[in-house]
């Protein structure tokens, strides 16, 4: 599970923010937190709110692109930039970003500091009495190379000076089979962030989605169950693999959703694109939360309850607080719009982000925010500006 993550010089953000989801052990235990082996409380949701423009989505990128980086770096071209942008006030100065977390029942520490253009410092430490290295590199100016220290990472110090200066150790490891590499490069985090901001939802999110859903028979029964007992007026989806009309490639098939609906007796097929985009957003946001929620690891969602009902809000949320639907205790870190989040979780899970004249984004955990007390009502104070992360006319 991830414990932390914080980041500086980052799009938005110039100075340094932390995004904790350690909960102290003073508040009422809940079943949005678990209790993990190394002895933490860790949240399993971070809900992340404020006006336009504030630097939410921002926020949220880091993780996105640490999965990507730890990941899928080793894919990118020799000649490829790094995707990060610092602070454009700051824009001479590296980025960093770190972040903790517990991994095969140990807890781990990574590092980055980086430009568009190469890493300078990255390393990984575990855990033990206190964080030992299990590697460091370092880009030396002078030499033009890196200098990488290993202690039982295991791969071959041959093939570890010829990383490229765009590419993660563990991303590189990983294609030399070094078993924790490859463990960690697994792809634990599903998001709808990249680089760009968040991916609209489209006819081609939903096609991925179908797509999805026929390669994962649970997650697709799941989805069926969902759906139909959320009352978006549908008895059911189906799926079919068509051909579509591709002059390159006659016979190439896709899988398109149905969705299933009853009216005098009879049953109905309506292709997707009939639907509300809410029912497509919600077709769409399930093929991400589901693969989560099974495998476990982090769901990383921009702007969750897009074309939802507010009322949608807490019945997707409790998908995470439900261990029959959570056995692998994946956690969901996400921006909304919809403030009826603050009555259904703990303020210590709860985000603040603001932008000041100079367009620097800060971000506080709610909890830390100087007198909030445990029985405000905080989706009232909220919205008349007590708590500040809100739009001023």
């Known amino acids: 599970m991830l414990h932390s993550y914080a980041f500086s010089n980052f799009q938005s953000f110039r100075e340094r923010v932390e995004v904790d989801l350690i909960i102290s052990r003073k508040v009422a235990m809940t079943e949005w937190m678990n209790e993990v082996p190394t002895g933490e409380r860790v949240s399993r949701l971070m809900a992340v709110v404020g006006p336009n423009g504030s630097g939410k989505t921002a926020l949220l990128k880091p993780m996105a692109f640490l999965s990507w980086f730890i990941g899928q770096s080793f894919q990118s071209a020799p000649d490829e930039g790094i995707p990060v942008t610092p602070h454009f006030a700051n824009s001479g100065e590296p980025i960093e970003f770190e972040c903790l977390l517990d991994f095969d029942g140990k807890v781990w520490r990574y590092m980055l500091r980086c430009t568009p253009e190469r890493v300078l410092h990255e390393a990984l430490y575990q855990k033990r009495e206190r964080f030992g290295y299990m590697f460091v590199r370092d880009w030396d100016a002078v030499t033009n190379t890196y200098t990488i220290k290993q202690q039982d990472f295991g791969l071959a110090p041959q093939e570890a000076r010829k990383v490229r200066a765009n590419v993660s150790l563990i991303s590189w490891a990983a294609q030399y089979n070094v078993p924790l590499a490859k463990r960690m490069a697994a792809p634990l985090v599903v998001t709808n962030v990249n680089f760009m901001g968040r991916v609209p939802m489209a006819d081609q999110a939903v096609l991925v989605a179908a797509q999805h859903f026929s390669a994962n028979a649970n997650q697709y029964d799941r989805m069926r169950q969902l759906l139909s007992a959320w009352d978006l007026g549908l008895s059911g989806v189906d799926l079919q693999e068509m051909i579509i009309n591709n002059p390159q490639e006659p016979s190439q098939k896709t899988w398109i959703p149905f969705g299933k609906h009853k009216s005098h007796g009879k049953e109905f097929h309506l292709p997707f694109t009939f639907e509300s985009t809410g029912t497509q957003g919600a077709f769409v946001l399930l ?14 969602i921009d702007e969750f309850e897009n074309d939802l009902h507010p009322h949608m809000l807490e019945p997707i949320l409790d998908l995470f607080a439900n261990p029959s639907t959570n056995p692998h205790n994946a956690q969901l870190l996400f921006t909304c719009h919809a403030i009826e989040v603050l009555n259904l979780v703990h303020k210590s899970q709860v985000i603040l982000v603001q932008k000041n004249e100079d367009c620097e984004s800060t971000a506080s955990r709610m909890d830390a925010v ?16 007590a708590y500040g992360a809100v739009p001023v006319f």
């Open 287 to 300: 093929s991400r939360l589901l693969q989560t929620l099974e495998i476990g690891g982090l769901a990383v």
């Open 370 to 385: 100087e007198g909030i007390r445990n029985d405000d009502n905080y989706y009232a104070k909220y919205m008349a500006g």
